[in-house]
């Protein structure tokens, strides 16, 4: 498994202000995800987040909105930038580990509220 | 692209009974996961399924690689107060690095 931690868990947001959401590892991994999950709604992955490189961003999201780091194997940071409210959601970080790679672990998320 | 079907949406049960449910996928996969979530929480891993045909348990829960390699399924027996919560599968197709999310199965447990 994984040991994830996020940070902040809650946040209740100003719009048009910026947020960072920090993600610690317990280990070093290779792969490192972020997802959206809005309020009632399923999982969407926004991006993946390389070590050393470019985070590689799904459609729909980009980087002037979602700017990603990913300083080191085992810490990466998400950025939610110029917030509106539809951007209120649990903000997930995820670890790929096990058989190939192939199981995802989650942390406990970050559910940001913007008024 | 790829797409799961997870059903059903929502189930309301008797504490005691026995739930499935079941995800299908327009493509073949070579990993299944399912979840579990509660409010305001990640989710957290269930069961991991590799292989086809693959038949794994957690205590109570149960899940199956379909044949097909297009489905699976997650059965918890003797539910409990403690299994409310919505589950999802996930899904990674052959050379696909996306893992992909059912619409989730919202569980209420009436006791």
């Known amino acids: 498994s994984a040991v994830i931690s996020q940070k902040p868990s809650r946040d209740i947001c100003q719009r048009g202000t910026s947020l960072t959401i920090q993600c610690q590892v317990d280990s070093q991994v290779t792969m490192m995800f972020w997802y959206r999950q809005q309020p009632g709604q399923s999982l969407t992955l926004i991006a993946t987040?390389?070590?050393?490189?470019?985070?590689?961003?799904e459609s729909g999201f980009v980087i002037d909105k979602f700017p990603i780091s990913r300083p080191n194997l085992t810490f990466s940071t998400l950025t939610v930038s110029n917030m509106s409210p539809e951007d209120s959601s649990i903000y997930l970080c995820s670890v790929a580990r096990g058989y190939s790679g192939n199981t995802i672990y989650f942390g406990e998320g970050s559910w940001l509220t913007v008024v | 692209g790829q797409q799961l079907n997870q059903s059903p949406q929502s189930m309301f049960i008797q504490e005691g009974e026995d739930v499935s449910m079941n995800c299908t996928s327009s493509s073949i996969f070579n990993t299944w996961l399912w979840y579990k979530q509660d409010p305001g929480e990640g989710p957290v891993l269930l069961i991991a399924l590799y292989k086809a045909g693959e038949l794994t348990s957690n205590g109570r829960l149960t899940a199956q690689f379909g044949i097909t390699r297009k489905d699976s399924f997650l059965n918890i027996s003797a539910s409990i107060p403690s299994d409310v919560g919505i589950y999802f599968c996930a899904g990674r197709g052959q050379g696909a690095q996306k893992l992909v999310f059912g619409q989730g199965t919202r569980l209420t447990i009436n006791p």
């Open positions: 987040a390389n070590q050393g490189s470019e985070a590689t961003y």
